[in-house]
């Protein structure tokens, strides 16, 4: 639905996307990740035609966006949800991009609740909102017009843990039905458990893609690991030890390279009770993350922290 | 998010381009939708009506034969000020606001948009010339009444034709300066500079200098305006009028029409 072939954005001498292709498929969620000037929101601007691209095309549906009539009603776009008049209530702001789509004004109030935005709030001038409400009505905004394909860079930016688990519910379910959906972020945990497909961009260039599976077969080299935590630890790694499977201790239980059924499998014949058992590539991702992007970090002498056990997926 | 689709292509045969009169519209409302906006609608009429209302009581004090002209050229001081501001915001509050990405996502032909605003602020000027004649009559009416005096019309359909020019063209020099600049507080210094500063300049030029004096109708714009002020235009006075503004309104809304176009909208 969205194919960007060959973009690139030269400002100066300065590159901010250098010749990056990719594509968005209906019916999923595409997550655009890179540190902070990797050149997503560029890309993003590229897309939407506020900033002209230096070479390359991006296209939506086949068509340039300029191309589109009405592009409100097929493309939402959420750029910057602090670039709103401060002076305009919530509603103001969604009512003129009601009228300007034609849209009956009941729309706005639709998507006022949906975004959960109450009538106190709504009358509130944007001046006074917070971020994580600018956040929501513009997400609101972009998709006021009921489009096909949502372009959305930074939305879970300022919204609170509960607002970025309910943003994911809403794409998710945006994409089931069909539609497209590319949203950018900096933090890894936004995206990776919504988004089908990843793209990694570091300065201006895509430094990986493809799923989350894929993405994680390569960054542990093809060689899985597995997060275990059992009643006994100590009995646990030396069974594994004796079955030829190496494991380390990681936090509160042990980091075992093999598969987690294998892993499982030893623990009962040993009937040792388990608490925890997990693949452990979820760190692997983060750390493919950082070191894909290190490059581009602006902290000089970032190193990525070795093992940080991590028991949590965000 | 009932109407998504899983081919790889827009049906856009539902969407029409957005009518030109749906843009004018909301820019109209652009105008009056923010607290800026809408206490510069009031505070131009509330001077308007201020200055009128003083003009009445000083002319009536001193007994002073005045004309409908006199009452137009009183309420010309506030409308011919504020007007061309609220013509610089419309254009420069997108832009300091980054209220632009968002129009300009709606609707990609910036030349559109751009000529919606000019709509706009012509309907304000149309709106602003209704309020005027009709202040002014009934000024105009009451003076009569008061005074004693007999009441001097003269020709208000030319004079309606004039006023209705004074107000576009201050609008639509306000809006080239701040297309040229994209900026509020410079647009508006510029703009006063160029109605307040350079006509006494000019002037000065022109007594010192007797090949300025010559040129000056030819450059000075607001002077020239004052011929239509006063009802006095003629000839030659048409001439200078489409010349100087040429250069003061015709080329910066050109130059900042190129710019908004080519511009990175951030």
């Not at chain 1, 400002?11 to 209906?26: L, Q, T």
């Not at chain 2, 006023?163 to 508006?188: D, E, H, Q, R």
């Amino acid at each position: 639905m969205i194919k960007v072939e060959g973009l690139t954005r030269a400002y100066g001498s300065f590159i901010a996307v250098d010749d990056i292709s990719f594509e968005c498929k209906p019916g999923t969620v595409t997550g655009f990740l890179g540190p902070n000037g990797a050149g997503k929101t560029t890309t993003m601007r590229v897309m939407v035609g506020l900033t002209p691209p230096t070479r390359g095309d991006v296209s939506i549906g086949g068509m340039k966006y300029r191309d589109i009539p009405n592009p409100g009603r097929h493309v939402g776009v959420l750029l910057d949800a602090s670039a709103q008049h401060a002076g305009r209530t919530g509603r103001e702001v969604l009512e003129l991009g009601a009228r300007t789509m034609g849209l009956p004004l009941e729309r706005v109030d639709e998507m006022l609740h949906l975004v959960s935005l109450d009538a106190r709030e709504s009358k509130r001038r944007v001046r006074n909102y917070s971020l994580g409400m600018r956040q929501r009505l513009g997400i609101a905004h972009a998709l006021l017009g009921d489009p096909t394909v949502l372009i959305l860079d930074e939305p879970a930016n300022g919204l609170d843990p509960a607002g970025i688990h309910w943003m994911r519910g809403l794409l998710k379910q945006y994409a089931d039905k069909g539609g497209t959906v590319l949203l950018s972020s900096h933090l890894l945990h936004e995206v990776e458990q919504i988004a089908d497909e990843m793209i990694l961009i570091g300065n201006g260039k895509i430094v990986a893609r493809g799923t989350r599976e894929e993405l994680l077969k390569g960054a542990s080299g093809g060689v899985s690991t597995t997060l275990v935590t059992s009643l006994d630890n100590a009995a646990l790694s030396q069974a594994l030890a004796e079955k030829g499977l190496p494991a380390a201790p990681a936090g509160g239980g042990l980091r075992v390279t093999a598969e987690p059924v294998d892993v499982g499998r030893v623990a009962a014949d040993r009937q040792i009770v388990l608490t925890d058992l997990r693949a452990g590539n979820e760190g692997g991702l983060e750390q493919l993350f950082l070191e894909l992007t290190a490059s581009t970090q602006r902290e000089a002498d970032f190193a990525p922290a070795p093992d940080l056990s991590r028991g949590v997926s965000a | 998010m009932s109407t998504a689709v899983t081919t790889s292509g827009l049906d856009v045969s539902q969407t029409p381009r957005t009518p030109f009169g749906r843009l004018v519209s909301v820019e109209l409302r652009k105008l009056s939708d923010t607290r800026a906006g809408r206490w510069l609608l009031i505070a131009i009429a509330a001077l308007t009506l201020l200055v009128l209302v003083i003009q009445m009581w000083v002319v009536v004090a001193q007994n002073t034969h005045v004309t409908f002209n006199d009452f137009l050229q009183g309420m010309n001081t506030p409308m011919g000020i504020l007007l061309p501001v609220l013509g610089v915001l419309s254009v420069t509050s997108e832009w300091s606001q980054r209220t632009a990405m968002v129009t300009f996502t709606l609707e990609p032909s910036r030349v559109r948009v751009i000529a919606a605003k000019l709509v706009s602020l012509l309907v304000i000027s149309v709106l602003a010339l209704v309020i005027g004649l009709v202040l002014a009559s009934f000024a105009n009416v009451l003076y009569g009444a008061m005074s004693g005096n007999s009441v001097v019309w003269g020709s208000v359909g030319k004079l309606a034709f004039f006023y209705l020019l004074l107000y576009v063209f201050g609008m639509a020099t306000g809006f080239a300066f701040g297309a040229l600049f994209l900026n509020s507080p410079a647009g508006i210094v510029v703009y006063f500079v160029y109605s307040f500063v350079f006509p006494g300049l000019f002037a000065l030029g022109a007594a010192l200098m007797d090949w300025f004096s010559k040129l000056q109708p030819w450059i000075d714009f607001n002077t020239d305006q004052n011929g239509l002020i006063d009802g006095t235009i003629h000839g030659k006075g048409w001439a200078h009028l489409v010349v100087a503004g040429l250069i003061w309104l015709a080329l910066p809304l050109a130059v900042g029409i190129w710019r908004i176009r080519r511009a990175e909208v951030k």
